[in-house]
């Protein structure tokens, strides 16, 4: 079994900064990628950006230049760095791996419980 375990959600203002973690346990042979998604009232889930495990990155256009994503390959954990919150960030944020827990098994998913962003003065 792997679990992700998230941590650093809150409220904030308009203009702040917040800095999510995410950290894998379990039986873990490798990650291929990790991720933040993040889900607002009545929007479906969308991806915010993830990494892969040889540092590669992806963003939503929409954080592109405000959020950065980083990796710490020894420790399972990958990290997010959000400036300049803006209200539409606001929502339940979600950490997401894909993982496999032997040297011959198949990658699978996995996704964390969510940490809520509120972005509000």
């Known amino acids: 079994q792997v679990q992700l375990a998230e941590s650093g959600g809150g409220l904030v203002q308009p203009g702040g900064s917040l800095r999510l973690a995410c950290a894998a346990s379990g039986r873990i042979f490798s990650i291929y990628t990790m991720g933040w998604y993040r889900q607002a009232p009545g929007n479906q889930r969308e991806l915010v950006a993830s990494i892969t495990s040889t540092g590669s990155t992806n963003y939503a256009e929409s954080v592109k230049g405000r959020f950065t994503i980083s990796g710490d390959n020894a420790k399972n954990s990958a990290y997010l760095q959000m400036n300049s919150l803006k209200p539409n960030d606001t929502g339940v944020y979600y950490c997401?791996?894909?993982?496999?827990?032997?040297?011959?098994?198949?990658?699978?998913?996995?996704w964390g419980q969510g940490t809520l962003v509120t972005v509000s003065s």
């Open positions: 997401h791996s894909s993982v496999r827990s032997t040297q011959t098994s198949a990658y699978f998913e996995v």
